[in-house]
């Protein structure tokens, strides 16, 4: 038995260590800031990293409005972040305590047979799992499952702020939509959308010199950055026949890669009208309904369509290129909020087109 005036302090001082804030779903609309439990090391494989820099995907507001069912009461939100490594699992031997990582939006065993294939997005155990069937990275801490294949070393020299957009951005505009609508030199190359992941596939796509990069998107700012960020060309749908316009850039064929970037019905379509013979239709949205295939159109044009969910298999090049100064990640962060602001950052993200908003940046 505990006697005296020891034990109150103590008490005190655990509650203290064992509970963190993270930003809590609620059900759709219903999110909180609010006391969780600290997470702690479950399997040998796992990683305790405390989260220096967050942010919040366009995933994150799909989530708020219900259209996620995986996400449940209760779940913590978010799959991107840097932070430092707080405690290892005994099984874990690429990473020590006090060591400055990544976290990917991908978990990843690394052994399972969609491991082997690169194929990281349909691990058997793991996948999209952050934000999602498990606890995220919107909090101060976070358990990351498979920590050696799941997290990478930031590189010397790189600020928090472009690192957070390998976690998801990067590796998503780049395998989904550059690499699977295998863009060449020389290519015509249309990108439907100009948020975070089609301006993230705007910046890869420039690795390989295509002659014309068009950005489609209804928000003249975003445009305006898009060239910023290297568009030859931008075409706002609201006011401009996207498919005429398209015709007069490519000699009236239409262009070897596009890239939708959106998920919605609409832009899959356009994607579909500007295709030349012989083009490759990458798809990167999260598309929630139906969208139409024109057959009728296609079946003589020798095209091919791509769905992926991102693998992450590139983020040791991404980081590479990072490191080499080569890639300006951090213009994608137009907003910064300390981690405890979250709430005012998902306001902010939510009207990003008011708020002339791309990334927004949470510091812990
Ligand atoms: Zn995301
Ligand atoms: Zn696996």
Redesign the pocket.
């Known amino acids: 038995m505990w006697k005296g005036s020891v034990m109150p302090t103590i008490v005190k001082e655990e509650k203290k260590t064992n509970t963190m804030k993270a930003l809590v779903y609620h059900g759709p609309g219903n999110k909180n800031w609010e006391d969780k439990p600290k997470p702690f090391l479950q399997e040998a494989g796992d990683a305790l990293v405390r989260i220096t820099t967050s942010t919040i ?4 507001l799909h989530i708020m409005k219900g259209d996620v069912p995986t996400v449940t009461d209760g779940r913590v939100l978010g ?2 972040g840097v932070g430092v490594i707080e405690e290892i699992g005994t099984g874990v031997s690429n990473f020590k305590k006090g060591d400055k990582v990544l976290i990917s ?1 991908i978990t990843s065993c690394g052994k399972c047979d969609y491991c082997k294939k690169g194929m990281y997005s349909h691990c058997r155990d793991g996948g999209w799992i952050l934000g999602n069937k498990i606890d995220g990275t919107q909090a101060q801490f976070v358990r990351i499952p498979h920590a050696d294949n799941s997290l990478y070393h930031a590189p010397e020299g790189v600020a928090e702020e472009a690192l957070v957009m390998l ?3 990067f590796p ?1 505009g780049f395998e989904c939509g550059v690499i699977n609508g295998q863009v060449h030199p020389g290519d015509k190359v249309a990108i439907v959308g100009a948020g975070p992941i089609g301006m993230a596939a705007l910046l890869t796509a420039q690795f390989y010199s295509p002659a014309l990069l068009i950005l489609i998107d209804q928000d003249e700012n975003r445009l305006q950055v898009a060239r910023a960020f290297g568009a030859t060309h931008t075409l706002n749908f609201k006011n401009e026949n996207v498919e005429e316009k398209i015709k007069l850039l490519t000699n009236g064929e239409g262009v070897d890669v596009a890239i939708e970037a959106v998920g919605v019905p609409a832009s899959f379509e356009t994607c579909q009208d500007i295709i030349a013979p012989g083009g490759r239709i990458a798809n990167i949205g999260v598309h929630g309904k139906p969208a139409l295939f024109h057959l009728e159109k296609l079946w003589d044009r020798n095209m091919s369509v791509t769905t992926r969910l991102v693998d992450t298999v590139t983020t040791p090049l991404l980081l590479k290129v990072l490191a080499s100064g080569k890639l300006d990640a951090a213009r994608l962060g137009t907003h910064s909020f300390a981690l405890s602001d979250i709430l005012k950052a998902y306001d902010a993200f939510g009207n990003a087109a008011k708020e002339k908003a791309l990334k927004v940046i949470l510091k812990a």
């Open positions: 995907c366009g995933t994150d799959h991107e939006c976690s998801d951005i998503t």
